[in-house]
């Protein structure tokens, strides 16, 4: 069994805690803004899975750095401070993985974007655009799957040369790739890429039913970090973590 401490009790760290059994993890520490994590925490956890806020997130990894503890990063919002982080996991000694999205499925859905975009940079009837929904508690806009999306789009589309994410009230420039959200309600999240030209649309969807998806996925880039060293991308071992519920489930 993976040991694991929860940073953040909302919804996303009860479906972890729901969770971990299936997935060959206990859950040992529970921390949250009333009680947070620190340096004279026990250590008597493998790793530790934070799904808290952005303007949490680097305490956190100084914290657990400290502990010597790997870490696991679902939160989205702190990617400007990315290089500090990759600079303190290496001091540390320690391991991390972060993402945008840890759900399996999202990332079959950033395939199939990839793969799009390839085919849309070679047909320039083709128009490329991206739009996202999330709950009306989310933080950031637009959401880390969206940046992950975008990055992808523009690393294909050359003709894509900049992002846009505000409302356009004139004509856009055809250069742009208009990225847009749109927060209310509780929707876990919907990202939409649409392809269109002058005669037809083709839409590439992910819905999120629920949190179980993330939760799954963090879980699994857990179990994986635990006895790991550096800082991952998620986007770069998920093969692994496929390969790891597979077993899992086997």
């Not at 128009?127 to 933080?139: F, N």
Request: hydrophobic share 40%; net charge negative.
């Amino acid at each position: 069994m993976t040991r694991v401490a929860i940073l953040g009790y909302g919804a996303m760290g009860k479906e972890v805690e729901r969770l971990a059994p299936s997935l060959g993890c206990e859950i040992v520490y529970i921390y949250d803004v009333e009680q947070p994590i620190n340096e004279l925490s026990p250590t008597d956890f493998d790793v530790a899975i934070d799904f808290t806020v952005p303007d949490a997130v680097m305490q956190n990894i100084e914290t657990l750095c400290a502990l010597k503890r790997p870490i696991v990063i679902g939160t989205t919002g702190w990617y400007q401070h990315m290089h500090d982080v990759r600079a303190k996991i290496h001091d540390a000694d320690t391991g991390c993985v972060w993402g945008s999205n840890f759900s399996l499925g999202t990332h079959l859905f950033f395939r199939l974007v990839r793969n799009a975009a390839t085919l849309v940079n070679g047909n320039s009837d083709f128009d490329i655009m991206v739009h996202e929904y999330h709950h009306s508690r989310k933080v950031d806009s637009p959401s880390g799957t969206a940046h992950t999306i975008v990055y992808d789009i523009m690393q294909r589309v050359d003709r894509k040369t900049a992002i846009v994410t505000e409302t356009q009230h004139q004509r856009i420039d055809p250069h742009a790739l208009h990225v847009t959200s749109t927060r209310g309600g509780s929707i876990v999240g919907k990202h939409i890429v649409t392809l269109d030209s002058p005669f037809e649309n083709i839409e590439i969807i992910h819905n999120a039913k629920n949190r179980s998806g993330f939760a799954q996925g963090a879980l699994l880039a857990a179990a994986w970090i635990a006895a790991r060293k550096g800082c991952y991308d998620v986007t770069e071992i998920i093969d692994d973590l496929e390969a790891l519920y597979r077993s899992r489930q086997a």
